[in-house]
């Protein structure tokens, strides 16, 4: 027997000497810890099926989303109108919020007679309009339009905030003509009949949730709201990728359990007395509501009228009397049950309540009666407990909490006015959710100020979306201006072609010298060097007969620091032999003399394979004396600084060009080879006789475009935004890479950096308070966004990412930085698509082809590990060059790449 009930049944015991007619008539109420454990599984079960679009068996709960999706911040302020109807009494309140916490409000009650319940949709709307009408009018407020929120404690199916059409009428009304319709709408039309005033609806939200927010207010961590009153039902903060009929993954929505309905398919027979029965029969909606009519106000009056009936039928109570009164329905109520039940007066009450009904009751029918009303309502609180401990087990699997802490926002009459019923709730729920801490938080003024905070929050959102919307406008791109930005890039590649104005084209269109993809048959022992990716790396690799798969390779990544990349050039190449030799020497190398190819992925003017002058550093190198110097000897000079004679450069090759040249030993239409990680390039084979700097005219040749510094001659500027101009302004090259910087890896967390300060600014994030980590230069690695933006990842886990960077995060802040990173990320592959469209393009009017099937060789930390990145370029390409069949070629070992391009140019 639970602990709720044995002391009951002690007191009946030891008072009445006999406890038969215990045994007999209230034995069915008393649950066992079993079945209240069942009841608590079973609801689990149907949470867990009602978040399902299409479970197994349906679910009887009706798991309604709200479109409430955060808890209040405290920041929520104005003048609000708010309707309360469906609870025990209907009211009108004005709230006014500020911003320090307080909250003012006027409350008017107004009766709904009973043949408003009962008519129509029409009279009943019509009734709330013109009551508040009146309250306006007293108020002087019927000029004012005010934001309006109502609290409608009833099941509604939503599809937003201020849409909600009720499913079915609960707890006494049953008004004809409203049940499938918007009741929004009926409000408004009610409202507009009225004629001489207006207000903004702008929320519908049900009784649970308007708790949930009033007391969200005091505590932000309150994520359940409860309703025991005249009906009962609870409500908590569901994750969005639980909710499957509703779109999106990110962020958690307030679900409605609308509880009062479970066991409508019989799962609480079991359980249900034959009171329940005669309950349910007599009930407006007999099979309905089975949960509600064993644990709400409205039923809990009800059932003890008819087990009284029953006990004096048998002569067990009043002489075996019953009065006309007692059979009228609804005679006795719960509010009865409330003052019977009271240790100090409940006797007296319920002598005066019994004498009122027109009965004579004895000493011991009073005690009888209390054991009655105790054994029904110490029910409904276990049946509750049972029904918040699933929820409670339900949010704890969410959080992945096992020790979780749970704050409930809770009303209602019973559990307000009832004596015993919150000890008794809290009891049982300790047993039945034993590793839950929970801690209830009464809301004092009813769900109107829940009601009015939703109504902020709704309006503070919108406010807030617009002005996010606003930030991120200039990074969504229409197709127009990708057409723009594809037609300006053909451009700018004609001028790096054309002899004359090649000087001073911004994309330099490189020769490379190189002519031809590989062929397979190259063979030798090769030491490869890659400098100017994420990684520094050195590589040796064997390469025998192709059929014996005879490649070996062996490979080291060294670092460089800041001070090697930005000091001296002397420093710099010093450094690089140090590091080959030292690889040389731990693979027993030194003393061979083997030929070196060189990845140098800077913009160098090659005029043979193994010379290049470095144009500009890029990517935020700086190393002094090398620009206007040939690479090449830099390096040779260095190996004879540092007594290294086994080295014989042979070819110096853009990232670019060796992606092309790996590729296209797998895939011969692979013609174009493309880079987007630390910076972004592309590299294409041309027609000799377009470029004009060179005087062969026969065959192609692989063009090195340099597109990162497409735009620097701000051609583009219409696009850049503000955040471009800042990271552009702080970075080691203001003016320079313009396009790079709003493509690659190395400047879009930067980019996302400086409107998360913004947003920030705007108090939409992080509370307001830009941090000193906020504030931190490069505090997003490449790596960033990709991480941020992977579909894998929950919720949770993105934010660790923050938190991990030293960013404090909310849930709707987490959401918000992974939308901007998602807008920036997409942004940036729109942009390249158009480059490559505008080479696509190019290659085919080259070809004077009606269609051109081609393929990218891609590399690069962006777009190999960017969750989106490759498709977004993919489907653009498709759209802005579509007479081209453009497929994409992931190079899928970089080690292998490195040994092809090396052996083809030797
Ligand atoms: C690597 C190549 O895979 O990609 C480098 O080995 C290239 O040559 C690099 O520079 C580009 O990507 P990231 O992200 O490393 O700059
Ligand atoms: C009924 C209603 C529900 C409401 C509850 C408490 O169960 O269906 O919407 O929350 O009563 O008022
Ligand atoms: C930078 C370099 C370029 C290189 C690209 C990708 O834009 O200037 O040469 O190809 O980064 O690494």
């Known amino acids: 027997m639970p602990a709720c009930y044995q002391q009951q049944h002690h007191i009946a015991v030891l008072t009445l000497g006999s406890d038969v007619w215990i045994e007999r008539c209230l034995q069915p109420f008393y649950l066992s810890q079993k079945q209240l454990e069942h009841v608590r599984d079973q609801i689990l079960n149907n949470i867990e099926r009602g978040l399902q679009k299409e479970p197994q068996k349906p679910s009887t709960l009706k798991m309604l989303p709200t479109y409430v999706r955060s808890t209040p ?9 708010v309707l309360d109807l469906g609870g025990t009494s209907f009211r009108i309140l004005k709230v006014k919020l500020d911003s320090s916490h307080k909250v003012e409000m006027e409350t008017e009650v107004y009766a709904v007679p009973e043949e408003v319940m009962l008519g129509t949709g029409q009279q009943l709307f019509d009734h709330v309009a013109e009551c508040l009408g009146r309250f ?7 000029r004012a339009v005010l934001p309006l929120g109502f609290t409608f404690s009833f099941p509604c199916v939503q599809s937003q905030l201020d849409k909600s059409v009720l499913i079915s009428w609960t707890k006494g009304f049953h008004c004809a003509g409203v049940e499938g319709k918007d009741v929004v709408q009926l409000l408004k039309d009610a409202i507009g009949r009225q004629g001489d005033y207006k207000v903004d609806v702008i929320a519908i939200v049900n009784d649970t949730v308007g708790t949930m927010m009033s007391c969200g207010f005091q505590d932000h961590s309150c994520e359940v709201g409860l309703i025991v009153g005249t009906g009962s039902n609870v409500c908590y903060m569901e994750e969005m990728g639980n909710i499957e009929s509703v779109e999106g993954d990110e962020g958690k929505m307030c679900i409605n359990v609308e509880w009062g309905s479970f066991g409508e398919d019989g799962e609480l027979k079991p359980i249900q007395t034959e009171y329940d029965e005669q309950v349910d029969k007599t009930s407006f909606s007999p099979g309905k509501q089975s949960f509600d009519k064993m644990v709400s106000g409205m039923y809990m009056g009800e059932i003890v009228r008819i087990v009284l009936i029953q006990l004096a039928r048998e002569g067990l109570l009043f002489d075996g009397v019953t009065t006309p009164p ?11 049950v409330s003052a019977i039940e009271d240790d100090h007066s409940g006797a007296d009450a319920a002598r005066k309540i019994l004498t009122l009904l027109g009965l004579r009751p004895s000493e011991q029918d009073c005690l009888k009666v209390q054991c009655v009303c105790s054994a029904v309502s110490a029910r409904s609180a276990s049946l509750c407990a049972a029904g918040l401990a699933a929820v409670a087990s339900r949010i704890q699997h969410n959080r992945q909490d096992p020790e979780g802490r749970l704050v409930v926002g809770v009303d209602g009459s019973v559990y307000k006015m009832h004596p015993k019923f919150s000890a008794r709730l809290h009891h049982a729920l300790q047993d039945l959710a ?15 100020k829940g009601t009015a905070i939703v109504t902020a929050v709704a309006q503070r959102l919108a406010d807030q979306r617009q002005r996010v919307n606003e930030v991120l406008a200039p990074f969504n791109l229409t197709l127009e201006k990708l057409k723009d930005v594809q037609s300006l890039m053909r451009k700018e590649m004609d001028f790096g072609l054309r002899k004359e104005t090649q000087p001073n084209a911004t994309v330099k269109m490189l020769p ?3 002519r031809a993809t590989p062929d397979g048959t190259e063979r030798g022992d090769f030491i490869a060097l890659d400098l100017g990716g994420t990684n520094f790396r050195v590589l040796i690799v064997h390469v025998g007969k192709r059929e014996d798969v005879g490649v070996q390779i062996v490979s080291k990544t060294f670092s460089l620091s800041q001070e090697v990349i930005q000091g001296t050039g002397i420093q710099l190449f010093d450094h690089i032999i140090d590091c080959i030799t030292e690889f040389q020497e731990e693979n027993n190398l030194r003393g061979r003399r083997m030929p070196l190819g060189f990845t140098f992925s800077f913009p160098c003017r090659q005029t043979s394979l193994d010379q290049g002058i470095l144009i500009t550093w890029t990517k935020g190198f700086s190393a002094s004396g090398c620009v206007g110097e040939d690479v090449v000897r830099l390096l040779r000079e260095a190996a004879i600084r540092k007594g290294n004679s086994d080295l014989m450069i042979v070819a110096l090759v853009n990232d670019t060009v060796g992606t092309m040249m790996s590729c296209g030993y797998d895939d011969p239409a692979c013609e174009i080879g493309l880079i987007v990680g630390t910076g972004t390039n592309a590299c294409y084979m041309e027609e000799m006789k377009n470029v004009e700097i060179l005087d062969d005219s026969d065959g192609r040749m692989c063009i090195n475009m340099e597109w990162g510094a497409f735009g620097d001659n701000d051609c583009m500027d219409d696009l850049i935004t503000n955040f471009d101009r800042d990271v552009d302004q702080f970075s080691i090259n203001p003016g320079k890479q313009k396009y790079e910087k709003m493509i690659s890896g190395m400047y879009l967390g930067e980019i996302v950096r400086q409107i998360l300060i913004i947003l920030t600014k705007y108090r939409i994030l992080f509370g307001g308070k830009i941090s000193q980590r906020l504030q931190t230069r490069d505090l997003f690695p490449t790596k960033f966004l990709s991480d941020i933006e992977s579909d894998t990842l929950g919720l949770v886990q993105v934010r660790s990412i923050l938190t991990d960077l030293g960013l404090r995060s909310t849930c709707d802040d987490t959401v918000l930085v992974k939308e901007v990173c998602t807008t920036v990320s997409r942004r940036a592959a729109q942009m390249c698509a158009a480059g490559i469209a505008a080479v696509v393009e190019k290659i085919r009017e080259n070809r004077e082809l009606n269609t051109l099937k081609i393929t990218v060789g891609v590399d690069g930390t962006l777009y190999k590990l960017h969750p989106h990145f490759a498709g977004i370029v993919q489907e653009t390409v498709k759209i802005l060059a579509p007479q081209c069949d453009t497929q994409t070629l992931q190079e899928s070992s970089q080690v292998l790449r490195d040994w092809r391009s090396r052996v083809k140019v030797q």
């Open 136 to 142: 306006l009018q007293q108020r002087n407020l019927k």
């Open 434 to 448: 034993p590793s839950c801490q929970v801690k209830f938080l009464i809301s004092e003024d009813g769900s109107g």
């Open 326 to 336: 007692l059979l009228i329905k609804g005679c006795f109520q719960t509010k009865d």
């Open 512 to 514: 490379t010298y190189v």
């Open 73 to 81: 911040d405290g920041s929520e302020k104005g003048d609000f109108l």
